[in-house]
């Protein structure tokens, strides 16, 4: 007798309290380290199921949003302990007629907000037209939301399409784009950017980025290469300052990649041209107060490997590169096999140490060292 097969993981999160919402097979389910326990089945106000692309919390992990394959236009919140649908929410333009966006990605609006408590829910959407800021209030009945200008960041062709948006503790804003350039911003507010990367742009486009608690660095992740660059500069008065908040011109540092040399390649049983990341991230640090976190190390994962660096290591590595020295021996990452393909992985908060990895069948936990 045939044995039924294993629905594939789609999406996974980590909640308030480290447990680990798994997406798959019409619904969400909550993996405690060792089995599934169902939470809730997913379905759109028509009844129809779905599985969510994307898992994003609000309000210490007390609401659920998620994303649709089969309903691209609507954002879709549960009350994650209930399961209860609270809403189906579209998002148009103003003076667009009632035209929906379709959102591609959401995130959070300030970094490590779905840890806080809040009436409102907040969230950063990447849609056809630009990068949104949605915000609403979920006591009040509503299906749509208006956004305006002052609400959108778009670029500047219609050609150059935003890809993946990453948000500070203060709510700057760091995008990648489908050209393989990435933007800073203040916030997302109509401006322009502060401060463009293009120095490693090499025409694909970015899969994810990140940044660190205080703003300092941002991380991207491109198809066969990560990228680690610093925004805090000395200006032109000789104070320290932030590419968030102001323009580097020639102040701007160097953008440093992060490349597997061939003996990690073989290891893993991959060359450079097939090599495909996960998207990239830093951990979430040993404090419990938001304010208190620094980062020590960034993962992303390709095949079946998790791969590994010390943060420490490849800020000395970067500071040896904008020193001029171009012979240094670079970082290589510590490399953790799991038993089938990783679609992407997560820090828990509160340790930086412990990872949960989404594989294409299962979920699976390591201790990075």
Excluded at 111 to 138: F, H, M, Q, R
Aim: glycine fraction near 6%.
């Amino acid at each position: 007798m045939a044995t039924e097969p294993v629905p594939p993981v789609k999406a996974i999160q980590i909640t308030a309290d480290n447990q680990t919402l798994v997406s798959r097979n019409n619904s969400i389910q909550v993996w405690d380290g060792e089995e599934f326990s169902p939470a809730f089945v997913t379905r759109h106000g028509d009844r129809r199921k779905f599985t969510p692309s994307q898992i994003l919390l609000q309000n210490r992990s007390s609401k659920t949003l998620l994303l649709s394959p089969i309903k691209q236009h609507l954002i879709t919140t549960y009350d994650t302990e209930t399961g209860k649908r609270l809403s189906e929410m579209k998002c148009s333009l103003f003076e667009s007629d009632g035209v929906s966006l379709k959102i591609k990605d959401i995130g959070e609006s300030v970094k490590y907000s779905s840890l806080e408590e809040a009436s409102t829910i907040s969230c950063n959407a990447i849609s056809n037209l630009g990068i949104v800021s949605v915000n609403w209030d979920p006591r009040v009945k509503q299906d749509e939301i208006v956004i305006s200008q002052n609400q959108l960041i778009q670029l500047a062709t219609k050609k150059q399409k935003f890809t993946c948006a990453a948000a500070t503790t203060n709510g700057g804003v760091v995008a990648g784009s489908k050209d393989g350039t990435v933007r800073i911003y203040t916030n997302i507010s109509g401006q322009r950017a502060k401060n463009l990367f293009e120095q490693y742009a090499c025409g694909e486009p970015v899969i994810s980025v990140d940044v660190s608690a205080d703003g300092e660095w941002i991380l991207w992740t491109s198809r066969n290469f990560l990228s680690l660059a610093k925004t805090s500069f000395i200006d032109k008065k000789g104070q320290n300052a932030s590419g968030f908040g102001k323009s580097m011109g020639k102040e701007k540092q160097q953008v440093m990649q992060i490349r597997l040399c061939e003996e990690d390649l073989q290891s893993i049983g991959v060359s450079q041209e097939n090599l495909y990341f996960t998207p990239a991230r830093f951990d979430t640090g040993p404090s419990t107060r938001v304010s208190g976190i620094t980062e020590r190390s960034i993962i992303t994962s390709t095949e079946n490997f998790i791969l590994h660096w010390n943060l420490r290591l490849l800020e000395r590595d970067y500071k040896r590169l904008t020193d001029g020295d171009t012979n240094y021996a670079a970082t290589r990452p510590r490399l953790y096999r799991q038993t089938s393909d990783i679609i992407d992985q997560k820090y828990q908060y509160y340790g930086g140490d412990k990872v949960i990895a989404a594989l294409t069948d299962n979920i699976s936990s390591l201790t990075i060292n």
